[in-house]
């Protein structure tokens, strides 16, 4: 039931009216009919019962004026019209009697009928009397037989009759008791179907507005939220206006630096290649400098043998030199020997010590020039020996030159094949850039659409802000209606 | 780096070849000719003076001494002197001068000198009847000096041949 929308539960509700307004309007209907047609039929029955008594009755009288007219003045056609109504009025009766519905009228018929037959035997032994001319014996048979019989009958009938008219009262009087308690049958199910109606209707009511008051308080609750939240939205968007701008403002200012890159990156790729080329060079001159280091290491290995060779031929000349001094040393000893041998001969020996003097002065300057040679000798030595080590390390520094300039030569080889990757990479980079440009182009103009479309998103928002306030009002509105209603019922 | 100079050395390697040419120049002749003539001029200067003396001036220990030429027999070179062994340390050894054996004395310790140069000469020397060879560093000359006026110590070697130590080589 709580699962029912309130339209169907409205529904329900007047269905259920309905149905009892039918229910109430056939129960009415068809008891006033079968009221009415049992009426209608008992009473014509007991009408049209008592009207045959009545036809029976006057038929009875009739024959009775037939059959004395018949004995007073003997008209035989008196008596026919006295045998046909006899005729009739029997079959009436008989019709009344099968038409019996109760014992009582059976058996008050059956007698009757009997009677009649029995006044009829009467009353056409008195016409043979009559037929045969005795008159007073037809006189005696009516006044003795057929008035008393039909004094019995006729009482009889007219009972019966009466009791048929009895009958047909009481039938209306029933037929009065049943419409009466139809009228009521009717006022009690209209009352019924009114307070329940009315029950309904409360339930109905109340169910109405609770559900209702929920629904508007929740609504009001619903709308005042849209509402901070339209503001909130409000504000975000209006945040977010401000970032896009930021964000458009950045994007361009990423795309002039894009374009900065771009460009030097192509001035990088450029120069790469430049010096590439110029490193290309630079080891080429690297080469050629190692050629001339090997060379110049060369000349200067040859410069070291010659050098020693030198020095190996300044050692020969310092033998010799040794030889020459050991001839001074002899001279000079052969001086001293030959002034002693002059000291000892006196005066003889005086040439001859002047000579041997002359010897000795010789040695000496011998000795003397041995001496500088040697000297010199050893000058020479010293500076071969210097030489020579200056050609060492001018061997061991071209060597470590020519290490470096290989290094430097691999260096450059390695700076050159640096230099081109760096120069694909600035190529790649400048590609990179350039998609990097369409890209923040793309993302400009996604910025642009989504400025736009946070207008719009605005513009909605602004709508919805309104609309939540109609809402607002109108929930208000609701609650006002709704606190009304309640108080009302709440009186009632 | 300054740069060699070449075109110098070409000068000096020139100079050295003409340098080791075998004619002096004639200037050097010039001042070889002076210094032997002033060197003969000076010897008469000393003719005058004192009681001159022939004598062989030798180093020993870093200083001049002298014998008298007359008591040298020959002045000749040291090659290495025979060793005797139980002598003292003076006496380096024998030598052969001459078909003669002569014992061979370092006088360094007796004349109060270092025993630090190299005896490449021995003087061989006659007195009191004794032969003997003293060591000596270099013989310089045979002069005449006026032993009063220099400073060339004249060795006594008479006294050396009466001193008994010598004698131990004696036969």
Redesign the interface.
């Known amino acids: 039931m709580s699962k029912w929308t309130i339209g169907r539960r409205i529904a329900a509700g007047y269905a259920v009216l309905i149905a009892l307004l039918v229910v109430t309007a056939v129960v009415g209907t068809l008891a006033l009919r079968s009221t009415r047609e049992d009426f209608t039929s008992a009473l014509t029955t007991a009408e049209n019962r008592a009207i045959k008594g009545t036809d029976a009755l006057q038929g009875g009288d009739a024959v009775v004026t037939a059959f004395l007219s018949y004995l007073l003045r003997g008209n035989e056609r008196a008596l026919d019209t006295m045998n046909e109504r006899l005729e009739a009025t029997r079959e009436v009766k008989v019709q009344l009697r099968d038409s019996a519905t109760t014992a009582a009228q059976v058996s008050g018929w059956t007698d009757a009928i009997r009677q009649l037959d029995a006044w009829n035997q009467a009353a056409q032994r008195a016409i043979e009397a009559r037929r045969a001319g005795r008159r007073q014996e037809a006189v005696d048979i009516y006044s003795e037989e057929v008035i008393p019989i039909r004094t019995t009958e006729r009482a009889l009938v007219v009972d019966l009759v009466t009791a048929e008219r009895r009958r047909a009262a009481e039938i209306a009087n029933a037929a009065s008791e049943d419409s009466r308690n139809s009228i009521w049958l009717l006022l009690t199910v209209s009352v019924a179907a009114l307070v329940l109606g009315v029950l309904i209707a409360w339930a109905l009511a109340r169910a109405v507005t609770r559900h209702l008051r929920d629904t508007v308080s929740t609504l009001a609750s619903t709308s005042s939220e849209i509402l901070a939240a339209t503001a909130q939205q409000a504000s975000g968007a209006a945040e977010e206006e401000t970032a896009i701008h930021q964000t458009t403002t950045t994007a361009d200012e990423v795309r002039q630096t894009v374009a900065l890159t771009t460009e030097k990156a192509r001035a990088v790729a450029q120069e790469a290649r430049e010096t590439a080329d110029i490193s290309r060079d630079g080891r080429k001159a690297v080469e050629e400098s190692v050629r001339g280091t090997q060379e110049a290491r060369a000349s200067m290995e040859t410069l070291a043998e010659r050098i020693l060779a030198l020095s190996e031929q300044a050692q020969q000349i310092g033998e010799i030199v040794r030889t020459v001094n050991g001839l001074a040393e002899q001279s000079n000893l052969l001086s001293v020997n030959a002034g002693i041998e002059a000291a000892k001969a006196g005066e003889a020996g005086r040439g001859f010590a002047v000579v041997a003097a002359e010897v000795k002065s010789l040695a000496e300057q011998s000795r003397q020039a041995t001496a500088q040679i040697r000297d010199i000798l050893g000058e020479i030595q010293a500076a071969t020996q210097a030489a020579v080590m200056a050609a060492e390390q001018g061997v061991k520094a071209s060597e470590a030159g020519q290490a470096i300039t290989s290094e430097a030569g691999e260096a450059i080889r390695i700076l050159g094949e640096r230099l081109v990757a760096s120069a694909d990479s600035a190529q790649q980079i400048l590609a990179s850039a350039q998609q990097q440009m369409t890209g923040i182009d793309q993302v400009a103009m996604a910025m642009q659409n989504i400025r736009q479309a946070s207008a719009q998103n605005m513009a909605s928002t602004r709508q919805v802000e309104q609309a939540a306030r109609e809402l607002d009002t109108l929930s208000k509105r609701l609650t006002e209606l709704v606190d009304r209603r309640n108080g009302a019922y709440a009186k009632a | 780096m300054t740069a060699f100079d070449w075109d110098g050395a070409r000068r000096r390697l020139e100079a050295a070849r003409l340098a080791l040419a075998d004619e002096p120049s004639p200037e050097e002749e010039r001042a070889l000719l002076e210094e ?1 003539a002033r ?1 003969l001029a000076l010897a008469p200067e000393r003719e005058p003076d004192g009681p001159w003396q ?1 004598v ?1 001036v030798f180093t020993l220990g870093g200083e001049r001494f002298a014998v008298e ?2 008591q ?6 040291l090659d290495a002197p025979t060793p005797l062994p139980g002598t003292p340390d003076f006496l380096l050894g024998v030598i052969n001068h001459r078909g003669r054996v002569l014992g061979v004395y370092d006088l360094r310790e007796r004349l109060g000198r270092p025993r630090d140069g190299e005896l490449a ?1 021995a003087v061989a020397v006659e007195a009191g009847g004794l032969c003997f060879a003293i060591a000596v560093e270099a ?5 005449r000096e006026r032993l009063d006026r220099t400073l060339v110590t004249l060795v006594d070697v008479e006294a050396l041949a009466a001193d008994p130590r010598l004698r131990i080589e004696d036969e």
């Open positions: 032997r060197a022939d062989v030429a007359g040298v027999a020959e002045a000749v070179e000469h013989v310089e000359e045979t002069t």
